[in-house]
């Protein structure tokens, strides 16, 4: 963006150079610290950038792959020329490689939320940069929050998921040499290409003459998610006929990472051609593929990770000889991408064109009239025995614990044994299956930016997608056995009435159904520099449309499961806006704020969707309410930014699916949360000192305090094709009434966390770090059926317990915070050039200590009522005992990268 802000009087000037060779550089950003003002160097490394300010600023200059060179500058109303300023070849780039590995980790299982460290790759912030590198490996959130308040654009077009309102990573993963031109707007802040999201928004340009031309070659070993990496990039760089494009191949692979059993297997390419037709008009045709299989890994409780340790995984077992994960994720969903860019004095232009067709996949083993396969079922455990209501049999237990750790994982041949029963007639009482989506999603983008003025800028745009899903279960290997009856095991009825009963491998069972959704969203936002006072004020109109046609009649909901449902449209909008005041060129202070309504996710509008049509009853529009205030400091030496903040989500829409002796009785329930309230404040700490030119410290904190904000109104929802003396009732659902939430913790990672730094980059390209971190004030997700009125209820009389008075419920749902720890993290680097070709060599080494932490987890709601709970939980080690996720143990990255 060749963009000026303010009345031009005078100018800074000045020649951008490589410092190995004095070659000029082409497109550096020249910025003046907390300013808009940014020009960008001509083809001779050339900069003239206008102004009519006055005082002490600092001048940045900065270039991809290049260390950011900060100039402290006395702006008096004369030109100044700034004579060669050289840039030094950035010896820890690829430390983003690094944080590329640690999001891979975010793929544990279905109860994990995603974390948010992709986002915050390109942001140069310190205390974004901890959260990314440091953090990040505990599953810090920034604020708490979860990563759809983040939005990530390819070419300015929106990716974020319609269903769960989340970036999927996995759909550029393998392809970080055309993914580094990145631009982020941290929180709030006025972007470029969106409205966004309130945690902040990442643009990734693809287009090839916005990277390095040239060849680059890198490979990688890593004990974290993969084992080993290839890469490969070739770059033509701009020729003079105006034509440049882009070709990217990598390969990852791992037998299994750190968990024990998760499998790793990943193949990427993509190409992309860019023609520049003029300087005015120019074009892009993108196109990419990813393919991404790995094993899953399973929360556990304290119980099996005593017996166990943290690498401890259930889902995987060795058939013949070699390990099979009964848990695989397999996504690979390609696109191809079309951009127009009009660039002119005044008036950008951009159109994207987006056809994304593709497929995910969850493995799953199925049991039906069997035993459970997971060799941590309850039932299993010494705990069962223990925790007996007819008492402990210490005998039991002990056999139950020399059982477990003798043969702890997945028994492959005793599940082939079992569909190999001549008894059953060739009929499975194993499947593994597979739960698929097959999304075809249509993506139209539109957006532009005017230059009202030398001092308004005036941004606006317009999106809109459609969304085809296809949703069903798929045979995907009957282990031995002949067919599967498509037969709901608990009511004994069938999943489609109007199919074939007998299911054989690659048929669909269990459910089928479709998602159509639509979105439609414009906004536009204006921005003013008026020297010491900035501001920008935005708002969207978003308009979201979603509908189920049913594919399967469903015995168990014969009227409301096949066909289509009515159309659900949500039409809502959004306000933000933002004020900065400049105290001097090197201090200022900013104040931002929005109030947003949004569409219910499509994964929280169906009650359950597998079975039936059947809506989300008193479904609400959400809100979110946030509000930050943030000082900047900007000295030579002294760079940093304080944060407070206040974020409140109103209205949210939650279901959750769970086995429950509840006391108003027992079954299988989709549990419904509406009015749901979040509540997240706190302050955020970035320091950054640069005590020489080798030697360099950092300081970051984060106090937050998440919690839940409302007493949400629950309701258990159950099929009725059971007796009826075996129902909760005969209507199919129960009003709870309110859970007593307000006040809880929320399990969004630690709440508190604290880094100091150090680093050392040496002037013969060689650098070190090291960065202590301590992070605490961790909750796990807590159960909310136990904290409705029904808990106290005595299911077999439907009274209170006795002796559940409001002291004994309090202790017994007291909520713990996990443990707090430290981690250490070692990284370094070092580079060489010669004859043109650059070799770098990068390593980190996290969680140096081998230290054991959890990253999260959640309550289990099997024990609904009281009696039962306090009853599990009187030996000290419950059979339904929260379930955690493990944070890894000492891991290391090593990547070696060759550009020529």
């Given at each position: 963006?060749?963009?000026?802000?303010?009345?031009?009087?005078?100018?800074?000037?000045?020649?951008?150079?490589?410092?190995?060779?004095?070659?000029?550089?082409?497109?550096?950003?020249?910025?003046?610290?907390?300013?808009?003002?940014?020009?960008?160097?001509?083809?001779?490394?050339?900069?003239?950038?206008?102004?009519?300010?006055?005082?002490?600023?600092?001048?940045?200059?900065?270039?991809?792959?290049?260390?950011?060179?900060?100039?402290?500058?006395?702006?008096?109303?004369?030109?100044?020329?700034?004579?060669?300023?050289?840039?030094?070849?950035?010896?820890?780039?690829?430390?983003?490689?690094?944080?590329?590995?640690?999001?891979?980790?975010?793929?544990?299982?279905?109860?994990?939320?995603?974390?948010?460290?992709?986002?915050?790759?390109?942001?140069?912030?310190?205390?974004?940069?901890?959260?990314?590198?440091?953090?990040?490996?505990?599953?810090?959130?920034?604020?708490?929050?979860?990563?759809?308040?983040?939005?990530?654009?390819?070419?300015?077009?929106?990716?974020?998921?319609?269903?769960?309102?989340?970036?999927?990573?996995?759909?550029?993963?393998?392809?970080?040499?055309?993914?580094?031109?990145?631009?982020?707007?941290?929180?709030?802040?006025?972007?470029?290409?969106?409205?966004?999201?309130?945690?902040?928004?990442?643009?990734?340009?693809?287009?090839?003459?916005?990277?390095?031309?040239?060849?680059?070659?890198?490979?990688?070993?890593?004990?974290?998610?993969?084992?080993?990496?290839?890469?490969?990039?070739?770059?033509?760089?701009?020729?003079?006929?105006?034509?440049?494009?882009?070709?990217?191949?990598?390969?990852?692979?791992?037998?299994?990472?750190?968990?024990?059993?998760?499998?790793?297997?990943?193949?990427?390419?993509?190409?992309?051609?860019?023609?520049?037709?003029?300087?005015?008009?120019?074009?892009?045709?993108?196109?990419?593929?990813?393919?991404?299989?790995?094993?899953?890994?399973?929360?556990?409780?304290?119980?099996?990770?005593?017996?166990?340790?943290?690498?401890?995984?259930?889902?995987?077992?060795?058939?013949?000889?070699?390990?099979?994960?009964?848990?695989?994720?397999?996504?690979?969903?390609p696109m191809v991408l079309f951009n127009y860019f009009y660039n002119a004095d005044k008036l950008d232009l951009s159109l994207g064109l987006v056809y994304q067709n593709g497929t995910h996949k969850r493995s799953r083993l199925g049991y039906y009239n069997a035993p459970n396969p997971d060799p941590?079922?309850?039932?299993?455990?010494?705990?069962?025995?223990?925790?007996?209501?007819?008492?402990?049999?210490?005998?039991?237990?002990?056999?139950?614990?020399?059982?477990?750790?003798?043969?702890?994982?997945?028994?492959?041949?005793?599940?082939?044994?079992?569909?190999?029963?001549?008894?059953?007639?060739?009929?499975?009482?194993?499947?593994?299956?597979?739960?698929?989506?097959?999304?075809?999603?249509?993506?139209?983008?539109?957006?532009?930016?005017?230059?009202?003025?030398?001092?308004?800028?005036?941004?606006?745009?317009?999106?809109?997608?459609?969304?085809?899903?296809?949703?069903?279960?798929?045979?995907?290997?009957?282990?031995?056995?002949?067919?599967?009856?498509?037969?709901?095991?608990?009511?004994?009825?069938?999943?489609?009435?109007?199919?074939?009963?007998?299911?054989?491998?690659?048929?669909?069972?269990?459910?089928?159904?479709?998602?159509?959704?639509?979105?439609?969203?414009?906004?536009?936002?204006?921005?003013?520099?008026?020297?010491?006072?900035?501001?920008?004020?935005?708002?969207?109109?978003?308009?979201?449309?979603?509908?189920?046609?049913?594919?399967?009649?469903?015995?168990?909901?014969?009227?409301?499961?096949?066909?289509?449902?009515?159309?659900?449209?949500?039409?809502?909008?959004?306000?933000?806006?933002?004020?900065?005041?400049?105290?001097?060129?090197?201090?200022?202070?900013?104040?931002?704020?929005?109030?947003?309504?949004?569409?219910?996710?499509?994964?929280?509008?169906?009650?359950?969707?597998?079975?039936?049509?059947?809506?989300?009853?008193?479904?609400?529009?959400?809100?979110?309410?946030?509000?930050?205030?943030?000082?900047?400091?900007?000295?030579?030496?002294?760079?940093?930014?304080?944060?407070?903040?206040?974020?409140?989500?109103?209205?949210?829409?939650?279901?959750?699916?769970?086995?429950?002796?509840?006391?108003?009785?027992?079954?299988?329930?989709?549990?419904?949360?509406?009015?749901?309230?979040?509540?997240?404040?706190?302050?955020?700490?970035?320091?950054?000192?640069?005590?020489?030119?080798?030697?360099?410290?950092?300081?970051?904190?984060?106090?937050?305090?998440?919690?839940?904000?409302?007493?949400?109104?629950?309701?258990?929802?159950?099929?009725?094709?059971?007796?009826?003396?075996?129902?909760?009732?005969?209507?199919?659902?129960?009003?709870?009434?309110?859970?007593?939430?307000?006040?809880?913790?929320?399990?969004?990672?630690?709440?508190?966390?604290?880094?100091?730094?150090?680093?050392?980059?040496?002037?013969?390209?060689?650098?070190?770090?090291?960065?202590?971190?301590?992070?605490?004030?961790?909750?796990?997700?807590?159960?909310?059926?136990?904290?409705?009125?029904?808990?106290?209820?005595?299911?077999?009389?439907?009274?209170?317990?006795?002796?559940?008075?409001?002291?004994?419920?309090?202790?017994?749902?007291?909520?713990?915070?996990?443990?707090?720890?430290?981690?250490?993290?070692?990284?370094?680097?070092?580079?060489?050039?010669?004859?043109?070709?650059?070799?770098?060599?990068?390593?980190?080494?996290?969680?140096?200590?081998?230290?054991?932490?959890?990253?999260?987890?959640?309550?289990?709601?099997?024990?609904?009522?009281?009696?039962?709970?306090?009853?599990?939980?009187?030996?000290?080690?419950?059979?339904?005992?929260?379930?955690?996720?493990?944070?890894?143990?000492?891991?290391?990255?090593?990547?070696?990268?060759?550009?020529?």
């Amino acid at each position: 963006m060749n963009t000026v802000f303010g009345q031009t009087s005078y100018s800074v000037s000045g020649t951008v150079l490589t410092s190995y060779n004095n070659v000029a550089i082409e497109g550096a950003s020249i910025r003046i610290e907390g300013k808009s003002i940014e020009v960008r160097t001509n083809v001779d490394g050339q900069f003239a950038l206008e102004t009519d300010l006055m005082g002490d600023y600092i001048l940045r200059i900065t270039f991809q792959d290049y260390e950011s060179k900060r100039i402290p500058i006395v702006l008096d109303g004369k030109s100044l020329n700034l004579g060669s300023i050289l840039l030094k070849r950035d010896i820890s780039v690829e430390q983003q490689d690094n944080l590329i590995t640690l999001t891979d980790a975010e793929l544990l299982d279905d109860e994990s939320t995603s974390n948010t460290l992709g986002l915050l790759q390109a942001t140069r912030d310190v205390f974004l940069s901890r959260a990314a590198f440091d953090f990040g490996q505990a599953f810090f959130r920034v604020r708490g929050y979860d990563a759809q308040e983040g939005e990530v654009l390819l070419n300015g077009v929106p990716m974020n998921k319609l269903f769960d309102g989340r970036p999927q990573w996995n759909n550029w993963g393998g392809l970080n040499d055309i993914t580094r031109n990145q631009e982020y707007s941290n929180g709030l802040d006025a972007s470029d290409y969106t409205f966004g999201g309130i945690l902040g928004n990442t643009n990734i340009d693809l287009r090839p003459s916005g990277l390095r031309p040239g060849t680059r070659i890198s490979t990688s070993a890593s004990n974290r998610t993969y084992a080993g990496r290839l890469m490969a990039t070739y770059n033509s760089g701009m020729k003079e006929n105006g034509f440049a494009y882009v070709l990217s191949g990598s390969r990852r692979w791992a037998k299994e990472g750190f968990i024990d059993g998760t499998l790793y297997d990943a193949y990427s390419l993509s190409g992309q051609l860019e023609y520049e037709l003029d300087d005015n008009h120019s074009f892009l045709l993108s196109g990419i593929f990813t393919s991404n299989r790995r094993g899953r890994s399973s929360a556990i409780t304290e119980e099996v990770f005593s017996l166990m340790g943290n690498k401890y995984n259930p889902y995987w077992g060795l058939q013949d000889g070699k390990i099979r994960n009964s848990r695989e994720r397999f996504i690979s969903e390609p696109m191809v991408l079309f951009n127009y860019f009009y660039n002119a004095d005044k008036l950008d232009l951009s159109l994207g064109l987006v056809y994304q067709n593709g497929t995910h996949k969850r493995s799953r083993l199925g049991y039906y009239n069997a035993p459970n396969p997971d060799p941590t079922y309850y039932r299993y455990l010494p705990s069962f025995y223990v925790n007996s209501p007819i008492g402990a049999n210490f005998i039991s237990a002990e056999m139950a614990k020399n059982s477990f750790l003798k043969d702890p994982q997945l028994d492959w041949q005793n599940v082939y044994s079992a569909n190999a029963n001549s008894s059953l007639g060739g009929e499975a009482v194993y499947v593994l299956y597979d739960d698929v989506v097959s999304d075809a999603q249509f993506t139209a983008n539109l957006n532009g930016n005017f230059q009202w003025d030398p001092n308004i800028k005036v941004d606006f745009g317009i999106m809109n997608r459609y969304l085809k899903s296809k949703n069903f279960a798929e045979v995907d290997d009957l282990l031995g056995a002949e067919f599967h009856r498509d037969i709901d095991p608990f009511s004994n009825t069938r999943n489609d009435i109007d199919s074939n009963l007998e299911k054989r491998e690659g048929d669909f069972f269990g459910y089928n159904y479709e998602f159509q959704a639509n979105e439609l969203r414009a906004y536009s936002q204006i921005s003013a520099d008026l020297n010491k006072w900035k501001f920008f004020l935005a708002g969207q109109f978003n308009r979201k449309a979603y509908q189920r046609t049913g594919k399967f009649q469903n015995e168990r909901f014969l009227e409301n499961s096949l066909g289509a449902s009515r159309n659900i449209t949500f039409s809502n909008f959004g306000v933000k806006g933002g004020l900065t005041h400049a105290i001097t060129g090197r201090h200022w202070v900013t104040m931002q704020g929005a109030f947003i309504k949004r569409a219910p996710l499509l994964q929280n509008v169906f009650v359950n969707p597998r079975e039936s049509n059947a809506l989300v009853p008193n479904m609400r529009t959400e809100t979110v309410s946030t509000l930050d205030i943030n000082y900047f400091l900007r000295l030579p030496n002294l760079t940093g930014r304080i944060t407070g903040y206040y974020t409140r989500f109103q209205n949210i829409t939650d279901i959750n699916f769970f086995f429950v002796d509840s006391g108003v009785g027992s079954d299988f329930v989709q549990e419904v949360l509406t009015g749901l309230d979040k509540l997240h404040l706190g302050t955020e700490l970035g320091l950054e000192y640069q005590v020489s030119s080798t030697v360099k410290l950092s300081l970051v904190s984060s106090i937050g305090k998440y919690v839940y904000a409302s007493d949400p109104l629950v309701t258990i929802n159950f099929d009725t094709a059971s007796a009826e003396e075996e129902l909760i009732n005969v209507q199919g659902f129960q009003d709870l009434g309110p859970a007593k939430l307000k006040g809880y913790k929320l399990g969004q990672g630690p709440q508190q966390a604290f880094a100091f730094g150090m680093e050392y980059r040496d002037p013969k390209y060689w650098w070190v770090g090291v960065t202590a971190n301590y992070l605490a004030n961790n909750y796990a997700n807590i159960s909310t059926i136990t904290r409705t009125d029904s808990f106290v209820l005595n299911p077999e009389t439907g009274q209170r317990f006795p002796d559940a008075t409001e002291e004994n419920v309090d202790a017994l749902l007291e909520q713990k915070s996990l443990d707090n720890f430290y981690l250490l993290n070692l990284v370094g680097g070092k580079s060489w050039l010669k004859n043109g070709k650059y070799l770098g060599v990068f390593a980190s080494l996290n969680n140096l200590f081998d230290t054991t932490f959890r990253t999260g987890g959640y309550e289990q709601s099997r024990n609904g009522n009281f009696g039962q709970l306090r009853q599990d939980n009187l030996s000290g080690t419950p059979s339904f005992a929260p379930k955690y996720w493990y944070g890894y143990g000492r891991t290391f990255f090593l990547n070696i990268a060759l550009s020529f």
